[in-house]
T-cell receptor, first 113, second 117 residues
Framework: GNSVTQMEGPVTLSEEAFLTINCTYT??????LFWYVQYPGEGLQLLLK?????DKGSNKGFEATYRKETTSFHLEKGSVQVSDSAVYFC????????????FGKGTLLTVNP | EAGVAQSPRYKIIEKRQSVAFWCNPI?????LYWYQQILGQGPKLLIQ????????DSQLPKDRFSAERLKGVDSTLKIQPAKLEDSAVYLC???????????????FGPGTRLTVL
C-alpha cells in the first residue's frame, strides 16, 4: 500500500531562517506527490506538486523535488516569514489507489518575528 | 470561482446521537471525497464519489457512517450513532476529473469540526 512519513514537529524558526521539512514515501505504482498547507482555522490548500521523477514543484517561495531514487519529496524555503506559520502535510496518490490521497501526519511550523 | 462549501463549521453532540454534514463541491467537479482528520493526524479518506456513484468506501465504518451524493452534485455524510472516537474534522474535497482517468488537483473545503461528548 501507500504511506507517507514526514518529519515530526513542531518546528520553531525565527523569521528569515531556512526551512526543511523531510518527507519520504512508499507507494505501489508511480505516485504523484504533494505538499498541502493548513493555516489556523482554515482548510487544506495545495501548496505545490510534482508528478514525475526529478520534477520540482514550487510556489510562494517553497520548493520540493521529486526524488525517485531516495523516495523523498522534502519541502524547503530559503527565508520563512511569520505568515508561513501553519501545518504542512506531505501527500501522494497513485492511479492504482483511484487517486485517493494518502497523507503524512503533518508538521506544525511556527515562525517567530 | 467559489470553493468547496461545507456546513456546519462546528458541531457538538453527545455520544449515541446522530449528526449530518453537508458539502457542495466546486461547480462542474465530477469527483467528491470525504476525509476524516483526527487531531494530530493527516486526513484519511472515508469515501470517494464519481458523479453520484461510489468509487471507494473501503475505509468507511458502514455500521455507523453513511454518505450519499444525489444528482452527482452536493453530498451529505451522516454518523448514527456517534461514538467518542468520531471526534474529528470532516473534510470534503472535489476534483474536476473522473477518478481513474485523471490526476486533477483536489480542492478542500474548510471542514466541519465534530466534538462528541
Amino acid at each position: 500500500g501507500n504511506s507517507v512519513t514526514q518529519m515530526e514537529g513542531p518546528v520553531t524558526l525565527s523569521e528569515e531562517a531556512f526551512l526543511t521539512i523531510n518527507c519520504t514515501y512508499t507507494a505501489t505504482g508511480y505516485p504523484s506527490l504533494f505538499w498541502y498547507v493548513q493555516y489556523p482555522g482554515e482548510g487544506l490548500q495545495l501548496l505545490l506538486k510534482a508528478t514525475k521523477a526529478d520534477d520540482k514543484g514550487s510556489n510562494k517561495g517553497f520548493e520540493a523535488t521529486y526524488r525517485k531514487e531516495t523516495t523523498s519529496f522534502h519541502l524547503e524555503k530559503g527565508s520563512v516569514q511569520v505568515s508561513d506559520s501553519a501545518v504542512y502535510f506531505c501527500a501522494l496518490y497513485t492511479r492504482g489507489s483511484n487517486y485517493k490521497l494518502t497523507f503524512g501526519k503533518g508538521t506544525l511550523l511556527t515562525v517567530n518575528p | 470561482e467559489a470553493g468547496v462549501a461545507q456546513s456546519p463549521r462546528y458541531k457538538i453532540i453527545e455520544k449515541r446521537q446522530s449528526v449530518a454534514f453537508w458539502c457542495n463541491p466546486i461547480s462542474g467537479h465530477a469527483t467528491l471525497y470525504w476525509y476524516q482528520q483526527i487531531l494530530g493526524q493527516g486526513p484519511k479518506l472515508l469515501i470517494q464519489f464519481q458523479n453520484n456513484g461510489v468509487v471507494d468506501d473501503s475505509q468507511l465504518p458502514k455500521d455507523r457512517f453513511s454518505a450519499e451524493r444525489l444528482k452527482g452534485v452536493d453530498s451529505t455524510l451522516k454518523i448514527q450513532p456517534a461514538k467518542l472516537e468520531d471526534s474529528a474534522v470532516y473534510l470534503c474535497a472535489s476534483s474536476f476529473g473522473v477518478a481513474g482517468k485523471s490526476t486533477d488537483t483536489q480542492y478542500f473545503g474548510p471542514g466541519t469540526r465534530l466534538t462528541v461528548l
